[in-house]
């Protein structure tokens, strides 16, 4: 029940009969990685360790089980309570390893901002989200005369679980993920965009969280949320925890599976940052899989998109010139700080939350949080408060 309660916030649920039965096996309690003592690094968390404790940040999610074949979704996620479009904000996308899709990336970099939700979701379902949230942008109050937009669409591909070549998102599924957003806690593991996804040869998902600086350098929040997909050899808190399950990239000598998939991780801040400083935010990230156990494989394709929602630097989409406040290059290192840990604690909570799933002939268990307790207790890794 516990995880039923959970998936109230933030998700509508499409779940036929049959797809409750073949998904419905008794699996253990799943629980976020600060329940097993994994708290990386030296910051505090928000108050609700999630993407949605930097103010405003709004996530939205659809979740498609159907049938036997179709496991995926679509997870939205909003910088501010307004019109994206009409009120920008600075951001910017850091490639890690660009095999994959990211829908809009281009402008992004050029221009320094973004003007419409971030949409997640499967690799061949990219262009049918953009073209669905295009359609309900433009009829928003307000976009009467807008004759572009740049929709920022991102994936992982989850064709293991899901029989990705139905292309099942369908503009309904987009426009409930929109008009379901809002503040407050947000459903990880087998959910939204990670309904279908394998991470480290376990069940991945959505995963999220957030560090708040210290007053003396600023006070700034950076929350993170993430859609896991990809592989490597996954350890936790440098505990090597696939070896030791015996699960892991190049494990075996026949056609051994070499970490490929994709990561694309989000990372907003209230801190004033430019454009600019913002790649360098999301260049972080990386950082931060390779603490869990990614090298970026050839097939893997690793994205980080990187805003800020603080007023002092958002951009009225009419406006002439543009008068901003924002942080100096030496001011920044805290933020850099905040937002591997997170990254790497979203990482593991997508991992922690995701439940066994059958789908598309296939099952995909769930990473067995019984030994992972065993192997952070030999490495000496204490639960922590």
Request: with cysteine; hydrophobic share 40%; proline share 4%.
């Amino acid at each position: 029940m516990r995880y039923l309660r959970r998936m109230r916030s933030h998700l509508l649920v499409i779940v036929p009969l049959a797809a409750c039965v073949s998904l419905a096996g008794a699996q253990s309690p799943r629980v976020r990685s600060r329940d097993l003592g994994v708290a990386p690094g030296i910051f505090k968390t928000g108050a609700i360790n999630a993407i949605t404790d930097v103010a405003g940040v709004r996530v939205g999610q659809v979740t498609l089980n159907e049938g036997d074949n179709i496991r995926t979704g679509i997870t939205a996620i909003f910088p501010h309570a307004g019109n994206a479009y009409l009120e920008r904000v600075p951001a910017a996308v850091f490639v890690g390893n660009g095999f994959g899709k990211l829908a809009g990336s281009t402008q992004v970099n050029e221009l320094g901002e973004i003007e419409t939700p971030i949409l997640l979701t499967c690799t061949l379902c990219v262009w049918k989200a953009a073209d669905a949230m295009v359609e309900w942008m433009l009829a928003q109050p307000g976009m009467e005369r807008v004759r572009s937009i740049n929709p920022l669409v991102a994936e992982t591909n989850d064709g293991t679980l899901n029989d990705i070549r139905a292309r099942p998102v369908t503009a309904e599924a987009v426009r409930r993920a929109l008009e379901s957003a809002s503040g407050g806690a947000v459903t990880e593991g087998s959910v939204g965009a990670g309904t279908g996804t394998v991470a480290f040869g376990w069940k991945g998902g959505i995963g999220t969280s957030s560090r708040v600086l210290p007053a003396s350098l600023g006070g700034y929040t950076v929350g993170v949320l993430v859609q896991t997909n990809f592989g490597g050899v996954l350890q936790v808190l440098g505990a090597p925890v696939g070896t030791t399950l015996g699960r892991y990239a190049f494990e075996g000598s026949v056609s051994p599976e070499r970490g490929d998939g994709s990561c694309i991780v989000v990372i907003a801040t209230d801190a004033p940052l430019s454009d600019r400083n913002l790649k360098r935010v999301a260049a972080r990230a990386m950082l931060a899989l390779g603490r869990t156990g990614s090298s970026a494989s050839n097939g893997s394709g690793d994205y980080a998109i990187a805003f800020s929602t603080a007023r002092e630097v958002r951009r009225a989409w009419d406006a002439k010139r543009l008068t901003t406040t924002e942080l100096a290059n030496e001011e920044v290192s805290g933020v850099f700080e905040g937002a591997v840990e997170a990254v790497e604690e979203a990482v593991y909570n997508s991992l922690f939350m995701a439940t066994t799933v059958t789908g598309n002939g296939r099952t995909v268990e769930a990473l067995p949080l019984d030994r992972v307790r065993q192997i952070l207790a030999e490495h000496g890794i204490a639960k922590k408060k």
